[in-house]
Nanobody, 128 residues
Framework: VQLVESGGGSVQAGGSLRLSCEAS????????VSWFRQPPGKEREGLST????????FYADSVKGRFTISSDGAKNAVYLQMNRLNPEDSGVYYC??????????????????????WGRGTQVTVSS
């Protein structure tokens, strides 16, 4: 299983970024993929999850209404569209994958312990 994130960068507050997670080595529809964020000196935070079989989603309250997760089965990729970014959104963004029963999400989608497979992360910096 391999997950590779891209799309991070530096942006001013109020701006947008779109992160990509390219997946390989597993049956895409048998997995859920999540995005996590780890600010400097803080714990990793679960932001959003998508079930690749039916597109069901989960959003943490901190990003609901600003971030949108999506997937493309033809490309084995998951995306995170991030709008109205603020400095508190800065950190390393990781995608993670977990095998699930088709049509479901992990029991605690925001819990990093649910995910055995991780990418290396991509840095997002939002300046005020």
């Amino acid at each position: 299983v391999q997950l590779v994130e891209s799309g991070g960068g530096s942006v001013q507050a109020g701006g947008s970024l779109r992160l990509s997670c390219e997946a390989s080595g597993f049956d895409f529809e048998d997995f859920a993929v999540s995005w996590f964020r780890q600010p400097p000196g803080k714990e990793r935070e679960g932001l959003s999850t998508i079930g690749n079989f039916d597109g069901s989603t989960f959003y943490a309250d901190s990003v609901k209404g600003r971030f949108t997760i999506s997937s493309d089965g033809a490309k084995n990729a998951v995306y995170l569209q991030m709008n109205r970014l603020n400095p508190e959104d800065s950190g390393v963004y990781y995608c993670a994958a977990a095998r699930v029963v088709r049509g479901t999400l992990p029991a605690s989608p925001e819990d990093s312990d649910e995910y055995p497979f991780w990418g290396r992360g991509t840095q997002v910096t939002v300046s005020s």
